[in-house]
């Protein structure tokens, strides 16, 4: 365990030390394919892969959903789990990808949709509070124990971030331009596949999420 956090900060310093120079204001934050602005351009990045071999559960920050818990990450281990990095005044890009998951989540059967769990992570924690993530899960649907939306601290953020290989940036107008990516984990916390854009089909999400569901329920590696 201790082997794996020391490589994984090694990893974490050394692609912080390799990002390239920001071009917008200071302060902005970094945490990579496709991203959108307030203006609803879209240009390709370049993003990173998630850090090999480091499960999420690992991370230690404490997060608050959006009913005022405490959450640890861990305490979603067990059953796969659909991560989406986002922020609640995004109205182009965010509300896309979160009906995506909605989508797929639709597509799957009873049984299977009791074996997955949803997380979504504000990146906007200043203005995406616990009472806001519990106004949004409200007003999109989002409900039921199987949707988490969860609020951190920027260095939360930041980490489980750079794990994903998600980036994100403040435009210096409330917006973001960040990475529209949705990311598989496997019953452990370790990424499994990740999707980027938001113009693609939904099925190789569907098909790849039903066989780590078969996994779980199997009890396979």
Same mark, same amino acid.
């Given at each position: 365990m201790i082997r794996a956090l020391v490589l994984s900060l090694v990893l974490l310093l050394a692609r912080s030390a390799a990002a390239p120079p920001a071009a917008a204001a200071p302060g902005e934050q970094e945490a990579g394919a496709s991203v959108h602005e307030h203006h609803h351009a879209h240009e390709s990045l370049s993003g990173d892969s998630p850090l090999p071999g480091r499960s999420l559960y690992q991370l230690s920050g404490a997060w608050t959903d959006a009913s005022?818990?405490?959450?640890?990450?861990?305490?979603?281990?067990?059953? #796969?789990?659909?991560?989406?990095?986002? %922020?609640?005044?995004?109205? &182009?890009?965010?509300?896309?990808?979160?009906?995506?998951?909605?989508?797929?989540? =639709?597509?799957? &059967? #009873?049984? =299977?949709?009791?074996?997955?769990? %949803?997380?979504?992570?504000?990146?906007?924690? =200043?203005?995406?509070? #616990? #009472?806001?993530?519990?106004? %949004?899960?409200? =007003?999109?649907?989002?409900?039921?124990?199987?949707?988490?939306?969860?609020?951190g601290g920027a260095g939360e953020v930041r980490e489980l971030a750079a794990v994903l290989g998600v980036k994100y940036r403040a435009t210096g107008d409330g917006q973001y331009s960040h990475t529209q990516r949705i990311t598989l984990l496997d019953r452990d916390g370790t990424v499994v596949e990740e999707f980027d854009g938001i113009d693609r089909p939904l099925d190789p999400i569907v098909v790849r999420t039903r066989q780590e569901l078969a996994k779980a329920a199997a009890g396979g590696p």
């Open positions: 005022g818990r405490t959450l640890r990450l861990a305490d979603l281990r067990g059953r #796969p789990v659909l991560v989406l990095l986002f %922020y609640g005044t995004c109205q &182009s890009a965010c509300p896309i990808l979160v009906r995506d998951l909605q989508r797929v989540d =639709e597509q799957l &059967s #009873p049984a =299977e949709r009791a074996g997955l769990r %949803y997380l979504l992570v504000s990146f906007d924690p =200043e203005i995406d509070t #616990p #009472p806001r993530l519990a106004a %949004y899960a409200k =007003e999109h649907g989002l409900t039921g124990d199987r949707w988490t939306l969860a609020h």
